[in-house]
């Protein structure tokens, strides 16, 4: 059984379908990428999955268990976590009250170690432990959201798009850690408008459009898929 399994999932905003029956899975040890351009429904699909967003119609399941009617706080009491698009940290709060924030479904014990954990992941948050969150650089805040992330001792981690607006250096460090997150156990979901980068991490991909899934393989075939390469690698 896999992790996590959506079937023919169905969203919408108002009168907008964004979601026409999207359906995929994440094994416990795989990092999956869904790419897709502005507007093909990926971060509805995390929206979702988190419980942000009601289904209308279809199923997501995490070990079998149906998410449909958990709400959202319980949904990451179960595992599943998101890293929001846009980091949204707690901007008057220190770095470390941040981190904090992330373990309310944990004892202290954990929150403890989970603050030990993101400061070893990220050196730089413990050196800005003290620091207000909005003071941080934008490569220092995507650090903390995956931090915060963490808190919680997820078994799926949602990340939606954790490199936009990085320097070059910045985005590097920061798949780099996403890959050493997974190798201590954690499977990811990442959402990424770069294609490149995701593909290299990934295990398997789906490309979304207009709220469907246009394309689904291994994230070796995507990379050399013709059609991929020119839609989502600005490949020529």
């Avoid at 003290?130 to 931090?147: C, F, K, N």
């Avoid at 460090?173 to 954690?186: A, C, D, M, S």
């Avoid at 490149?196 to 789906?206: F, N, P, S, W």
């Amino acid at each position: 059984m896999a992790l996590l399994e959506v079937e023919d999932l169905h969203a919408h905003y108002g009168s907008i379908h964004a979601l026409q029956g999207v359906s995929f899975t994440v094994a416990g040890d795989e990092i999956v990428t869904l790419i897709g351009g502005n507007g093909a429904g990926k971060s509805t699909t995390l929206n979702a999955i988190s419980g942000l967003v009601r289904a209308s119609e279809g199923r997501v399941t995490l070990n079998g268990a149906d998410l449909a009617v958990v709400p959202a706080h319980e949904i990451v009491g179960m595992g599943v976590v998101q890293v929001p698009e846009g980091r949204r940290t707690f901007v008057r709060l220190t770095v470390e009250e941040n981190l904090r924030m992330g373990g309310f479904t944990v004892s202290e014990s954990d929150v403890h170690e989970g603050i030990e954990r993101a400061y070893a992941i990220f050196p730089r948050l413990k050196e800005r432990r003290s620091q207000v969150a909005g003071t941080l650089s934008g490569g220092e805040q995507q650090m903390l959201a995956i931090g915060r992330g963490l808190m919680a001792k997820p078994s799926l981690l949602l990340l939606d798009e954790p490199s936009m607006g990085l320097a070059p250096n910045l985005v590097e460090l920061i798949f780099q850690t996403i890959r050493e997150i997974h190798e201590q156990g954690t499977a990811i979901l990442l959402v990424e408008q770069n294609a490149h980068m995701a593909l290299e991490i990934a295990d398997r991909g789906y490309i979304l459009q207009t709220g469907k899934v246009l394309l689904a393989d291994t994230a070796a075939n995507l990379a050399a898929n013709e059609q991929v390469r020119q839609a989502y690698l600005g490949e020529i």
